[in-house]
């Protein structure tokens, strides 16, 4: 069986990038892995004038939620998903339309190839784009919870570990 290397961690702190390497990890080595924090992309959520060209169909998801901080979450959420995927396959973020699995897993309409993770625990927040149809490249989690997936084997830990093993 052939070995997966799962790539480094990539910290993105806001939608400029620094993007390098998202496209390269996911050709050289099937996937890739962007980190940031909620905190990091709120001011994107308030000030960007494409919010709802972003959002897409998620737009009304967004304008519905009644709690301001819910929905700035949400949106959070999102855009980082969505440049991440863009940064992947060389276009525009508001051209990929973000979609839902049964379950809620987040996928992109016409583009079956790429599979897409989102794990967030506190403020960290990491996405996974993944070549193939593989499991997630990866879960983050609270402090009962499992850091695992496309590496080998599995590592119990907390909050500070899961912090620690995306800023590498």
């Known amino acids: 069986m052939d070995q997966v290397r799962c790539a480094a961690p990539l910290r993105v702190p806001r939608p400029h990038g620094p993007w390098q390497g998202v496209k390269e990890n ?3 080595l ?5 980190h940031t924090t909620w905190s990091e992309w709120l001011p994107s959520v308030l000030t960007t004038p494409r919010l709802r060209e972003l959002l897409g169909p998620d737009w009304d998801r967004y304008r519905r939620t009644p709690d301001a901080t ?3 979450r949400f949106a959070a959420a999102r855009l980082p998903i969505k440049y991440t995927a863009a940064a992947a396959l060389g276009i525009p973020p508001e051209y990929l339309d973000l ?8 996928y992109l309409r016409g583009f079956d ?3 897409l993770s989102l794990s967030h625990t506190g403020d960290l927040m990491a996405v996974g ?7 997630p490249p990866f879960y983050v989690a609270g402090s009962d919870h499992w850091v695992a ?3 080998e084997g599995a590592v119990r830990t907390g909050r500070a570990a899961a912090r620690a093993i ?3």
Do not use: D, F, K, S
């Open 166 to 168: 995306l800023e590498r």
């Open 26 to 28: 996911l050709t050289g």
């Open 129 to 135: 784009p993944l070549h193939g149809t593989h499991e």
């Open 113 to 115: 190839q790429i599979e």
């Open 30 to 34: 099937g996937n890739a892995v962007v």
């Open 70 to 72: 819910v929905r700035y």
């Open 149 to 151: 997936g496309y590496m």
């Open 99 to 106: 979609a839902y699995r049964l379950g809620g897993r987040p």
